[in-house]
């Protein structure tokens, strides 16, 4: 049964998707879905997702949005996936599957508030937001501080005390690296209080390696762009 | 094992908590955390719940909290929770997770972001906030539009086309009954224009009964308190 997936690299979720199907070993084919360039509002994409969102997938006849759902859907659909991604055993599911749920009201509302309206806003034609960037900003410190000192509290190397990472490893991580689009003296700044953050982002990189970085180039490449433009043309 | 709830009835996902285990006879201890009282800030109630939020579980000596982990967690380990609330089909599962995880961005985010910031705001010490209601109301509108044409379009009386309800239309109705603590005109004007909500409610309420209206009594006798308080003192 072929699986396609609908995806935008520059987009978290998409990343965390790719990055989980390439280290399952579930085979797909990747649809590019390019956000600055409108590819989500098409009547064509709206016939795969009617909320003009990435990441989608169709699984022979089968329709799915909303990331976690599809992470989850592969872990149970896929035996090849390792039972640590989304533990079987009843309560360690449940826990995996708080932090999934934390995250949505919290780091994914406070990151992607924070970056899209101090940063990226501009490229999909709306204006900067102050007071929004603001809030998210908050609302990122704030979830950094949670995983810093809470879900990273016990022994292990990922959340929850576990020695291997979950679907919610991957899928904040990769929330995470969307703050390599804010300026170094920023980024430094919103990290420093939170050595365990950054301890864990390495693992989580380790442990998904080399398709984190793989699925990360693009990220990495339209920075870089965006910086050279920022500076202006060099003398 | 003990199951212990800590739970506001005045609180959506407290209600759809109690009224799932209520339907399912799943045996529990009903502990009140009075949100205006600031019952969740106190050092006890972080011992169970560190987010001080509600609704929180202890299961035997297992905790957790996020009201769709919850859910998810005792249709999984009570056996005699019926299949339809959070099906064993893998397909039909994730479906049933999709609308879960939608609601947290969607419906929920809009209908908590309008109620708190248009109505209840001063019953925790802080003002009103214009602002963010009118965002929370676009927000509210456009996820009942999304309800009413896209979630609900298909034969079935409940989400996704089903003939029996899954957890989440029992998330969904309670968030949508915060609605109450509006004025009657703009309750009637927010859903004017989404009759297949309508008509859901009204099904998910007969699906749950008598437990739904037992859970939402003292929603609706708060309400009344406050529209005498608001009409003032009788002639």
């Known amino acids: 049964m072929s699986l396609k997936l609908y995806v935008d690299r520059l987009s978290q979720p998409s990343r965390a998707l790719l ?3 390439k280290l399952n070993g579930i085979e797909f084919e990747e649809v590019n ?3 600055s360039k409108g590819q989500h509002r098409t009547p064509e994409y709206q016939e795969v997702n009617i909320m003009k969102q990435v990441p989608a997938i169709v699984h022979g006849d089968f329709k799915l949005f909303e990331s976690h759902a599809i992470l989850r859907y592969l872990a149970s659909a896929f035996p ?3 039972d640590h991604w989304y533990p079987s055993d009843v309560k360690k599911r449940a826990s995996v599957e708080c932090v999934l749920d934390w995250h949505h009201a919290n780091l994914r509302r406070g990151s992607a508030g924070y970056v899209f309206n101090s940063v990226l806003a501009p490229a999909f034609g709306l204006p900067l937001n102050p007071q929004a960037a603001a809030e998210g900003k908050k609302l990122l410190s704030a979830s950094l501080a949670t995983i810093d000192t809470y879900w990273l509290q016990k022994d292990g ?3 929850l005390g576990n020695s291997q990472p979950s679907l919610a490893d991957l899928s904040l991580v990769c929330e995470i690296m969307q703050l390599e689009f804010l300026n170094e003296e920023d980024r430094g700044s919103i990290f420093s209080p939170h050595k365990n953050v950054l ?4 693992d989580v990189k380790s442990a ?3 398709y984190f970085d793989e699925m990360h180039a693009t990220l990495f490449k339209v920075k870089e762009v965006t ?3 920022a500076a202006g043309p060099s003398s």
């Open 19 to 21: 990055i989980f199907c």
């Open 33 to 35: 879905i390019e956000l």
């Open 80 to 82: 090849e996936v390792a």
């Open 157 to 159: 190397r990922f959340l």
């Open 199 to 202: 301890k864990w982002i390495d």
């Open 208 to 210: 998904t390696t080399p």
């Open 227 to 229: 910086k050279q433009r």
